[in-house]
């Protein structure tokens, strides 16, 4: 099976500072893979660098086949097209109703009618759970919770198979994290996503993730859950087998 996302060899760098010193990584069609490591160690900058927004100093991302390193902005709106992104804080345009919001990348690929528009923003809503209400309201009037919600509904506007989430439970009490998870892995399954997460949150890696990415020592080491518990590398074992860890796992077990 060929990848979805593929990454070579990619350096980044920051004066002399080095983020990532050839860093590989493969993840497939209908995967959740999950990227974790330490502060410092260039989760965002490679999430960046995966969307072609961050030139690296080497290497190379193919998204479906498709180069994104180094590609003009005009020449990427094709693959961009494929993929949807959340940020760590939601990312909405706060001048605009969530409705607005979803909009947006619709309007900009498609020449659709006003009430076509309202319609597909009016489904992503109701698709991610919230309150038909909610597509009124702007980013101010929400919760929390409801901005991860309004935040995924416009990244799924373009019926995307990629999705990229950045911290999409951070902020977020134990509760409402769990009700998000439980989405992301409902709608991953009936709209067959295909999943990068960045998150630091071992309840949504044992609940969620199918493949882990631990990004040490500027290069990242993959697997399966069972394989990166098992790994001997020592922020590794400090990350997957403390307190905290055996807490998630004995959650991951419980939950439906």
Known sequence: MEPAIRVRGIVNRFGRHVVHDGLDLEVFPGEVFGIVGGSGSGKSVLLRTMLGLQRPAAGSVLI???????????ELLAVKRRYGVTFQ???LFTA?????NVQLPIAEYYPVSEAMLRGLAEMRVRMVG????????YPSELSGG??????LARALALDPPLLFLDEP?????????AAFDRLVLYLQRSLRLTIVM???????IFRICNRIGVIVEGRMISGTLDEIVRHE?????????GERSRSARGLAGTDG
């Open 130 to 137: 919230l309150p038909a209400a909610a597509a009124d309201q």
């Open 89 to 91: 804080h939601g990312a």
């Open 96 to 100: 605009l109703t969530v409705a607005q």
């Open 169 to 177: 439970t951070s902020g977020l009490d134990p509760i409402s994290a």
């Open 233 to 241: 590398h020592p922020w590794i074992r400090d990350y997957f087998h």
């Open 198 to 204: 960045i998150t630091h949150d071992l309840d949504t």
């Open 64 to 74: 479906e086949g498709q180069e994104v390193t180094g590609r003009p902005a005009r």
């Open 146 to 151: 409801m901005i991860k919600r309004a935040a």
